[in-house]
């Protein structure tokens, strides 16, 4: 079994700042690749940024978000910068792990999801 879990999501004024962290635990042999995606309401869920090989970003974050990874922790983060009322959603993690004693097939795990909300 594994699981992903995030954390550091909350209210924050426009312009502000926060740093999202998203760790992996379980029966973990690798992590293929790691993302943040984000649902606001009423819209459909949409990738924020990944990361593997590379890292890619929406447009819409370009130049305001970083995403980060720690591979000796399992854990990737996000710092969001320059904060604007349009970031406001619920933000997922998307880990594709692969598990001990079936490294061949990747689980595709998804988080519960940290509000974040941009208002003053």
């Known amino acids: 079994q594994v699981q992903v879990v995030e954390s550091g999501g909350g209210l924050v004024q426009p312009g502000g700042s926060l740093r999202l962290s998203c760790a992996a635990s379980?029966?973990?042999?690798?992590?293929?690749?790691m993302g943040w995606y984000r649902q606001a309401p009423g819209k459909q869920r949409e990738l924020v940024a990944n990361?593997?090989?590379?890292?890619n970003y929406a447009d819409s974050v370009k130049g305001r978000f970083t995403i980060s990874r720690d591979n000796a922790k399992n854990s990737m983060y996000l710092q969001m910068n320059s904060l604007k009322p349009e970031d406001t959603a619920v933000y997922y993690c998307n880990a594709k792990i692969r598990q001990r004693g079936s490294a061949s097939y990747v689980r595709d795990t998804w988080g519960q999801g940290t509000q974040v909300t941009v208002s003053s």
């Open positions: 379980g029966n973990i042999a690798s992590i293929d690749a």
């Open positions: 990361i593997g090989g590379s890292t």
